[in-house]
Nanobody
Framework: QLQFVESGGGLVQPGGSLNLSCAASGFQMEHYAIGWFRQTPGKEREAISCISSRDGGGSVYLIETVKGRFTISRDNAKNTVYLQMNSLKPEDTATYYC????????????????????WGKGTLVTVSS
């Protein structure tokens, strides 16, 4: 059966770091575009990053507000995608979700098209002093 689980959230002080994991079971993540999203209650869900499938060339994308602070990567042997988050700010506080779509092109085409069909349950990140 397909399983898709985020982990790694928690409470950190401003300037701290967290490494979020998105682990898949029941499908091979390397064939899927994987996106990271975040949402705070009362605000619209925000796409922040994605990594393309093998057929899509494995390219990565980050929105401007997290460039230089966040890094997305993939470990196919572990069937896991990571989001390394450094220099965290209070405005990064949100529930973070990973999502997947079978998509052979650049992952931005899936990230912004509403075609991410498979979602994890989320992991909460709180940045506060």
């Amino acid at each position: 059966q397909l399983q898709f689980v985020e982990s790694g959230g928690g409470l950190v002080q401003p300037g701290g770091s967290l490494n979020l994991s998105c682990a898949a079971s029941g499908f091979q993540m390397e064939h899927y575009a994987i996106g990271w999203f975040r949402q705070t209650p009362g605000k619209e869900r925000e796409a922040i990053s994605c990594i393309s499938s093998r057929d899509g060339g494995g390219s990565v994308y980050l929105i401007e507000t997290v460039k230089g602070r966040f890094t997305i990567s993939r470990d196919n042997a572990k069937n896991t995608v990571y989001l390394q988050m450094n220099s965290l700010k209070p405005e990064d506080t949100a529930t973070y979700y990973c999502a997947a779509e079978y998509y052979p092109g650049n992952c931005q085409g899936s990230l912004y098209s509403g075609m991410m069909r498979y979602w994890g349950k989320g992991t909460l990140v709180t940045v506060s002093s």
